[in-house]
């Protein structure tokens, strides 16, 4: 199994990025697909998740801001990060537990600065 991040960089405050995270070796409809993100020094959070069935949840301090999407047929996760903000700041990962084994990609680097 293998999840392939891309889509991070540099952003002003308010602005807009979307990540994507595209996966082999897995029959990805059939797995919850998450994101999470970690600033050096601090423990890896939960940002977002989707179901199987496309129902989603996120962590509250990106709620309103980012949306989660996945397309079965291309095996992709993304994630539309809205009105981003300095605190946003960190390497985004995307998951999924797979055979109780957490599978992580590479990380994209996602910076909020002017």
């Known amino acids: 199994v293998q999840l392939q991040a891309s889509g991070g960089g540099l952003v002003q405050p308010g602005g807009s990025l979307r990540l994507s995270c595209a996966a082999s070796?897995?029959?990805?409809?059939?797995?919850?697909m998450n994101w999470y993100r970690q600033v050096p020094g601090n423990q890896r959070e939960f940002v977002a998740l989707i179901t199987k069935t496309g129902s989603t949840n996120y962590a509250d301090f990106v709620k309103g801001r980012f949306t989660i999407s996945r397309d079965n047929a291309k095996n992709t996760v993304s994630l539309q990060m809205n009105s981003l903000k300095p605190e946003d700041t960190a390497v985004y990962y995307c998951?999924?537990?797979?055979?109780?084994?957490?599978?992580w990609g590479q990380g994209t680097q996602v910076t909020v600065s002017s």
């Open positions: 998951n999924v537990l797979y055979y109780a084994r957490d599978v």
């Open positions: 070796g897995i029959m990805f409809s059939r797995y919850v």
